[in-house]
């Protein structure tokens, strides 16, 4: 059987790269099989699915460890499990040569491995609740930074922070921001000076702001940037730390863009990356009334709508078909979504372009892949987001998770829970758990 496992090298890249993943490359090369094996066994807990498969290779050759066909039956079962697709192929093809008693035993050996691992592939069926919460009355846009502007910078930055009784912001964090260290001063700053409506009760909220200047961030600039650090290079060979940089960049041009990318986890990931779909194309608008709810439509050369791809009616809707009613415009493409929540609100549907792309056009898969590879940034970008992480980075009594959802925990009256994860991201120093637990308290 030909030898199986993931090459990298050679990669330029402006920050070291992630030990665990990169540790275990390196030592699989140079043929230091123990250390290799440690590597990829700790990446297990976190859903890599490549180190299964790796595994597997190595028990199946025979490399540093004795030579298991049925271990490594077992490591590749885990791999499909996790979502390696050539892991089935190689699952199907060594169970027509096991005895039924050998194949019990593989299962027996799949289970006691599955119990390893700690962040399974994401279920998108059980998305979080829309929590409420108060409105803005007062936003003060952020300074943008001298050196930056000259610079010709641009970037991102989110953000969650605490809002109090009176409806003021006590307590902000980066989540996230690209470049890192760029824009983060002056957005907390800003967000300092935001007020909401006062509600008498406490708010947790995450925001975006967005940094570009003459209108907007350029797709060609970005591709520069991509090609320049090898972005998609590095990403594609496994490399974390081009993996979450990417991640950045995505999210970059895609809060920027005026497009709706559909994403389709039935296509492949593509070899080269095209941005066409983030460039903004002509606005268009919706030549009637009454559609309150959302839909994913195809039109004729005219506008004249033509197939309902996808549409969910509000039950408030005055319009309950689309067919047959015109978008009017310049058009550049044919598939757009519409979009209006509020029938009380005056605006008409918000309209952009549709793509149809692959999971690997989104900033939160290539963050997932690299949370996975044991980037511990990425870990705490998804845990704001996604159940799996928050809930395995506080099993590593990570501080900043623990401050952050204990605080959650107490605003969702579960005070003694929250006040524990609240002392223990203190103990651990983590700057902002003691003002929090002093607003909260």
Avoid: C
Avoid at 133 to 145: L, Q
Avoid at 177 to 189: C, H, L
Avoid at 274 to 293: C, E, I, Q, W
């Amino acid at each position: 059987m030909k030898k199986l496992w993931f090459f990298a090298a050679g990669l330029l890249v402006a920050q070291p790269a992630t030990a665990d993943w990169w540790q275990a490359l390196t030592a699989y090369e140079q043929q230091n099989y123990n250390l290799a094996q440690q590597e990829f066994e700790k990446l297990l807990p976190l859903g890599n699915k490549d180190a299964a498969f790796n595994l597997g290779a190595m028990y199946f050759n025979g490399e540093g460890v004795t030579q298991d066909r049925n271990k490594a039956l077992a490591y590749f079962m885990l791999a499909a499990e996790l979502g390696r697709a050539d892991a089935g192929n190689l699952v199907a093809q060594q169970q027509q040569n096991i005895d039924a008693q050998s194949l019990a035993a593989v299962e027996q050996q799949l289970q006691l491995l599955k119990q390893q691992v700690q962040v399974w592939p994401k279920s998108w069926e059980n998305e979080p609740a829309v929590v409420e919460r108060p409105n803005p009355i007062k936003r003060v846009p952020p300074k943008y930074p001298v050196a930056a502007a000259k610079a010709g910078q641009f970037g991102y930055v989110a953000m969650r922070f605490l809002v109090d009784e009176q409806g003021k912001v006590q307590s902000a964090d980066v989540v996230d921001a690209y470049p890192e260290g760029v824009f983060d001063r002056e957005s907390v700053r800003a967000i300092s000076r935001w007020q909401y409506e006062a509600t008498g009760s406490k708010h947790l909220f995450n925001v975006r702001l967005d940094f570009a200047m003459d209108g907007g961030v350029r797709v060609e600039k970005v591709e520069e940037l991509i090609d320049q650090h090898q972005l998609w290079q590095g990403a594609l060979m496994g490399s974390p730390q081009h993996q979450f940089l990417l991640g950045g960049v995505l999210r970059l041009v895609d809060v920027q863009s005026r497009n709706y990318l559909s994403i389709d986890d039935s296509l492949d990931i593509e070899p080269q990356l095209d941005l066409s779909v983030f460039r903004r194309t002509n606005p268009v608008k919706v030549d009637f009334d009454g559609f309150v709810g959302y839909a994913v439509v195809r039109i004729a050369d005219d506008g004249t709508i033509t197939e309902e791809l996808r549409a969910d009616f509000a039950a408030e809707s005055k319009v309950k078909s689309l067919l047959g009613l015109k978008l009017t415009g310049k058009f550049d493409h044919d598939v757009y979504q519409i979009v209006k929540n509020d029938v009380g609100h005056n605006k008409a549907p918000w309209v952009s372009a549709s793509f149809n792309v692959p999971a690997s056009y989104s900033a939160n898969f290539w963050w997932d892949q690299a949370a996975q590879n044991g980037h511990r940034g990425a870990q705490r970008i998804m845990a704001a987001y996604d159940k799996r992480w928050e809930q395995y980075l506080l099993a590593q009594q990570d501080a900043e998770v623990m401050a952050w959802v204990g605080s959650r925990l107490i605003l969702e009256g579960q005070r003694q829970q929250g006040l524990a994860l609240l002392d223990a991201a203190i103990a651990k120093s983590y700057p902002l758990a003691e003002e929090l637990k002093k607003q909260l308290m």
